[in-house]
């Protein structure tokens, strides 16, 4: 006979395998469009320098991908929760979750519902959210499940292109004289791990600064690392890299079944 978290680690294994697609699909692509990449640098506008980078639009794929990914590691984790409520005795209720809570009180308060045996709630309990505390929207299950639920009940995730460890500033900058031809070049802080960037200023082109003068327009053409984000502004994913995030929702939850599975003999 099968194990009874065999289901549980096939969703796994099947999630894995998205992963590791959309992570070559995503090297591919990024390696083929880097050359068009540019950025537009506002020295003035936060004190420091605005990127504004002119991306190629990502392929529709990629959020369906991450969609299955999310269904599967989620579907993983409820797949554990069936089978352990299986030992307590009677039948499980038709709708039974993996809990998942970010508040120490609902946990507490709605942990007597679901029936598992106390030796087995403990367990579930070392995986909640909470326990970190004001890092608990952070932890890798809470934005799995939120992964989870918005490909489900309302939308797609949007993948975009981004930069990764953004510069305070430019290494070097080479600023050129528009009537002497003179150019000159000035430093970023030595720290600057990427490698040396030439930036061409052209004065005067790109609008009024707080005294009234008009503000250079810079362009900055660089080695830059590139990575994939999710773009959902007002929600705890905007912002996330896609494959880091993945990589530790699929860690956790084998963590999970790791935890679990001696349980059963």
């Known amino acids: 006979m ?89 039948p499980p209720p038709d709708r039974l979750y993996f809990p998942i809570y970010v508040d120490p009180c609902s946990y507490r308060a709605e942990r007597h519902n679901w029936g598992f045996k106390p030796e087995h709630e403990r367990l579930f309990r070392q995986f909640q959210p909470y326990q970190r505390g004001n890092a608990a929207d952070s932890h890798p299950l809470r934005l799995l499940n939120k992964l989870s639920n918005i490909d489900k009940h309302q939308v797609v995730h949007t993948a975009v292109l981004s930069l990764e460890n953004l510069p305070a500033k430019p290494f070097r900058i080479v600023e050129e004289d528009p009537e002497t031809g003179e150019r000159k070049s000035s430093y970023g802080p030595p720290e600057y791990p990427a490698k040396e960037i030439e930036v061409r200023v052209t004065v005067g082109a790109f609008g009024s600064g707080y005294d009234g003068a008009l503000e250079p327009e810079v362009y900055a053409k660089g080695d830059f690392p590139i990575t994939v984000e999710i773009r959902e502004p007002g929600t705890i994913l905007h912002e996330q890299r896609v494959l880091p995030l993945v990589r530790d929702c699929r860690t956790l939850v084998d963590d999970v079944i790791a935890v679990f599975f001696p349980i059963f003999g």
Not at 26 to 32: N, S
Not at 45 to 64: F, I, K, M, N, R
Not at 65 to 84: C, K, Q, T, Y
Request: proline share 6%.
């Open 2 to 90: 099968a194990h009874p978290l065999h289901s549980a680690r096939l969703k796994l294994a099947w999630a894995t395998r998205h992963i590791n697609t959309l992570n070559s699909e995503i090297g591919l692509f990024v390696e083929a469009h880097a050359k068009r990449v540019v950025e537009k640098v506002d020295p003035k506008q936060t004190g420091g320098y605005l990127y504004e980078v002119e991306w190629p639009d990502t392929p529709a794929d990629w959020s369906l991908i991450l969609g299955d990914i999310a269904h599967n590691l989620r579907s993983a984790l409820d797949h554990v929760a069936w089978e352990v409520r299986k030992l307590a005795g009677p």
